[in-house]
Antibody, heavy 125, light 108 residues
């Protein structure tokens, strides 16, 4: 079945780096747009990064731009998030999600229709 | 950035009740509004996309509607398994895409 599995979460000290991975299976990853979304403890959801299927379009939230880098390897059906200069407010569960364009009437709507189980990143000294 | 104001932040209702959650966008976003359900310790699941289209496999007691910049998620006949937090999310034009702060639904 369609599945996303994140890995790489860990406890890291402020200023440190971490690389998250997301393995896709059960669907055509190379045709799919992907995003990273995070959720701080007890808080809501925050979209942080998007990458198109061919990596030619990338967007970041202001909160991570310049520190985080999203990338993908379609040959390995994998999505990545390189996180540098980590801060305490980066502590969160990090989800990868498939971003699908849904066509109804009018322009298409992007929605996150497949999510991984999440990986926990804790930034603390 | 487009802001989403979700209300109420929490509610308590009985099994069988009709429940409505509202999400107000800070500007016109056409029908680019989605709803998700998240249970404790789990990833969110897509319920409604494009303001009113039921995602595949979602029970028909869930429905969505739009009135200008106001969007509603309605649960007809609340069930025990609907105990969860519900988030709205906008995807108008290009990112940043934003989420509402969530509505926690509890069963009386």
């Amino acid at each position: 079945q369609e599945q996303l599995v994140e890995s790489g979460g860990d406890l890291v000290t402020p200023g440190g780096s971490l690389r998250l991975s997301c393995a896709a299976s059960g669907f055509t990853f190379s045709d799919s747009y992907m995003s990273w979304i995070r959720q701080a403890p007890g808080k809501g959801l925050e979209w942080i990064a998007y990458i198109s299927n061919s990596s030619d379009v990338i967007y970041y939230a202001d909160s991570v731009r310049g520190r985080f880098t999203i990338s993908r390897d379609n040959a390995k059906n994998s999505l990545y998030l390189q996180m540098n200069s980590l801060r305490g407010d980066d502590t969160a569960v990090y989800y990868c999600a498939r971003d699908t364009e849904f066509y109804t009437s009018g322009p298409p709507t992007d929605a996150f229709d497949i999510w991984g189980q999440g990986t926990v990143v804790t930034v603390s000294s | 950035d487009i802001q989403l104001t979700q209300s109420p932040s929490s509610l308590s209702a009985s099994v069988g009740d009709k429940v409505t959650i509202t999400c107000r966008a800070s500007q016109l976003i056409a029908n680019s509004l989605n709803w998700y359900q998240q249970k404790p310790g789990k990833a969110p699941n897509l319920l409604i996309h494009s303001a009113s289209s039921l995602h595949s496999g979602v029970p028909s007691r869930f429905s969505g509607s739009r009135y200008g910049t106001d969007f509603n998620l309605t649960i007809n006949s609340l069930q025990p398994e609907d105990c969860a937090t519900y988030f709205c999310q906008q995807s108008c034009t290009t990112p940043p895409w934003t989420f509402g702060h969530g509505t926690k639904v509890e069963i009386k």
